[in-house]
């Protein structure tokens, strides 16, 4: 997997003015323009554009870091300009959060992974992809969502739906997909079971006591 900030020169905690200063030193020294067309630079000058495309914003970065398991997470404001994302950027990014979810054996931050996808899909994220009107990327970014909302409670998965009805655009098929995330988790019908399970021994001793106490006094009457 490729290491943005390794391409850049830069150190996992650079702030958004270094990846930038990183960026522009970089792609003037490595542009075709300023190496008469040479392979090697013009190949090299694609990794760092697609390196300052993910860094340059915050919810792409976070989810970048995400799926390389770094431990820090950066807020604040995106950049007012950066690189052009396209629905591949997209796939990629979820694709890699899948990925690592599914590598944790089951050792999963629900409050990281929640906060990661649902930053990824912010307004500027949905409008690219509606706009971008590829509908077999958009299904397999779906699907790779699906896959992580199974780790996740259902008041995390239900926001994350709301999101994603924005994205099927009015989309019949789309919206019968992301409907699943508002039915009841399997871990969460579970443990209403074993609650009801629990409710009812309690009722049966209950009963069991009171009629071996009506038993005891009959009795003793008779006795």
Do not use: W
């Amino acid at each position: 997997m490729k290491d943005y900030y390794k391409i850049l020169g830069i150190t996992k905690n650079a702030s958004q003015d270094e990846i930038k200063k990183a960026y522009r030193a970089l792609a003037l020294q490595y542009h075709p323009d300023k190496n008469n067309g040479d392979t090697a630079s013009e190949e090299q000058f694609k990794l760092i554009s697609e390196s300052y495309i993910i860094l340059s914003d915050i919810p792409k970065r976070n989810a970048y870091d995400y799926s390389q398991g770094n431990k820090i997470h950066h807020n604040g404001k995106d950049p007012s300009s950066h690189g052009k994302a396209t629905s591949a950027t997209y796939l990629i990014l979820f694709k890699r959060i899948k990925a690592k979810v599914l590598n944790a054996s089951g050792r999963i931050n629900e409050d990281a992974l929640y906060k990661v996808i649902y930053d990824l899909l912010s307004d500027e994220t949905i409008t690219i992809l509606v706009n971008a009107n590829d509908i077999v990327t958009n299904n397999m970014i779906l699907d790779d969502i699906m896959v992580c909302c199974v780790f996740l409670p259902d008041e995390s998965r239900f926001a994350i739906h709301k999101k994603l009805i924005r994205l099927a655009d009015g989309d019949s098929r789309f919206i019968q997909k992301i409907d699943e995330l508002t039915k009841p988790s399997n871990k969460r019908i579970s443990q209403k079971t074993s609650s009801n399970d629990v409710e009812n021994e309690v009722n049966k001793s209950a009963i069991f006591l009171f009629l071996l106490l009506v038993l005891l006094i009959l009795l003793m009457i008779l006795l």
